[in-house]
């Protein structure tokens, strides 16, 4: 069984700067893609940043220049460091993670999410 757990979501003024993570634990060979997602009231969940596990990112447009995704594999965590945050990146945020089984089977898995707002 593997679990993705968030943390690192409150409330922040806007102009602030919040860091989220996610972890990986179970029984896995490794986490390969790793990635952020967000949804906000009303709105279709969308890609914020994704991380290969060769570091190789890909950003959405309208968080360019401001957030930037990093993993640290020893610890099989993905972090999303958010700077300039605006009212509109209010919404709950996902991680996502291709996992790797032992079998090398790559299987999609989401967390829980964790609420992100931006106050005017």
């Known amino acids: 069984q593997v679990q993705l757990v968030e943390s690192g979501g409150g409330l922040v003024q806007t102009g602030g700067s919040l860091r989220l993570s996610c972890a990986a634990s179970?029984?896995?060979?490794?986490?390969?893609?790793m990635g952020w997602y967000r949804q906000a009231p009303g709105k279709q969940r969308e890609l914020v940043a994704k991380?290969?596990?060769?570091?190789?990112?890909t950003y959405a447009d309208s968080v360019k220049g401001r957030f930037t995704i990093s993993r640290a594999n020893a610890k099989n965590t993905v972090y999303l460091q958010m700077n300039s945050l605006k009212a509109e990146d209010t919404a709950v945020y996902y991680c996502?993670?291709?996992?790797?089984?032992?079998?090398?089977?790559?299987?999609?898995?989401w967390g829980q999410g964790t609420q992100v707002t931006v106050s005017s």
């Open positions: 996502n993670a291709e996992i790797l089984d032992y079998r090398l089977s790559l299987d999609d898995y």
């Open positions: 179970g029984s896995f060979f490794r986490p390969d893609a």
């Open positions: 991380i290969t596990s060769r570091n190789s990112t």
